[in-house]
């Protein structure tokens, strides 16, 4: 376990001198929200490269620096993480580009995320407490739940959650993920938490299971028909 972000803040030190090139990283999860004093110990790195030369390059370095490969458990496969590596206390969980395959890194995120360290080569780049309560909306860990729990108690903004699930909608077409989202913020409500963007959220879980029953039932009616053939 990491219990003091400046040890994460070293090691990023450390990796800097392995790389040869300037690169972005994007961390999400624990990692950050340890980085804010919200939570005790993190055992684990989320990071997020934005293209597939800053993810070889960073993958290089952890190499270099003896991290070693991990097989991911059946929870984290389902995470679509790309790959896990492990050195002494400290794991990189990373992600190519986005999460679950789902949710990707988009442009407002970038916007959205501070540099809290700039060295020769790295950029470091925590991302908003908004879009980590996205990303740890998606998944069924109980630490997950509790990371939203405090994120929501911290204060978040409901309306920047709510623009960025629409437009992830919108641009992916991938939304079979606003059903996990509407059940962690079903979890959250049980747990006394207000959530001013319910109304919404709902709307759309109901608009794809519509959309799921329509396809459905047109599949059904063309089985139907060649049948008839």
């Known amino acids: 376990m990491i219990s003091d972000f400046k040890q994460i803040k070293e090691l990023f030190k450390e990796i800097d001198q392995e790389l040869t090139s300037k690169i972005n990283i994007y961390v999400i999860g624990g990692a950050v929200i340890l980085y804010q004093?919200?939570?005790?110990?993190?055992?684990?790195?989320?990071?997020?490269?934005?293209?597939?030369?800053?993810?070889?390059?960073?993958?290089?370095?952890?190499?270099?620096?003896?991290?070693k490969r991990r097989k991911p458990t059946e929870t984290y496969k389902k995470m679509e993480i790309n790959l896990i590596l492990e050195k002494g206390d400290f794991r990189?969980?990373?992600?190519?580009?986005?999460?679950?395959?789902?949710?990707?890194?988009?442009?407002?995120m970038r916007k959205r995320a501070i540099d809290i360290l700039k060295v020769k080569h790295l950029n470091v780049f925590l991302c908003s407490n908004e879009d980590i309560f996205i990303f740890k909306s998606m998944t069924t860990r109980k630490g997950d739940l509790e990371d939203c729990i405090t994120l929501a108690k911290r204060g978040i903004s409901w309306d920047i959650i709510l623009n960025e699930i629409q437009s992830q909608i919108k641009h992916s077409g991938e939304d079979v993920w606003i059903?996990?989202?509407?059940?962690?913020?079903?979890?959250?409500?049980?747990?006394?938490?207000?959530?001013?963007?319910?109304?919404?959220?709902?709307?759309?879980?109901d608009n794809y299971f519509k959309?799921?029953?329509?396809?459905?039932?047109?599949?059904?009616?063309?089985?139907?028909?060649?049948?008839?053939?």
Do not use: C, H, M
């Open 92 to 108: 990189f969980d990373l992600f190519l580009k986005e999460v679950f395959k789902k949710i990707s890194l988009s442009i407002e």
């Open 179 to 205: 059903t996990w989202i509407g059940e962690r913020v079903d979890l959250l409500k049980d747990e006394g938490i207000n959530i001013p963007i319910l109304k919404e959220i709902n709307e759309l879980r």
């Open 37 to 67: 004093g919200l939570k005790p110990a993190t055992k684990d790195i989320d990071v997020i490269l934005p293209n597939k030369e800053s993810y070889d390059a960073f993958l290089k370095a952890l190499t270099s620096l003896g991290f």
């Open 211 to 229: 959309q799921i029953e329509k396809k459905f039932k047109q599949k059904t009616k063309n089985k139907k028909s060649n049948q008839r053939i």
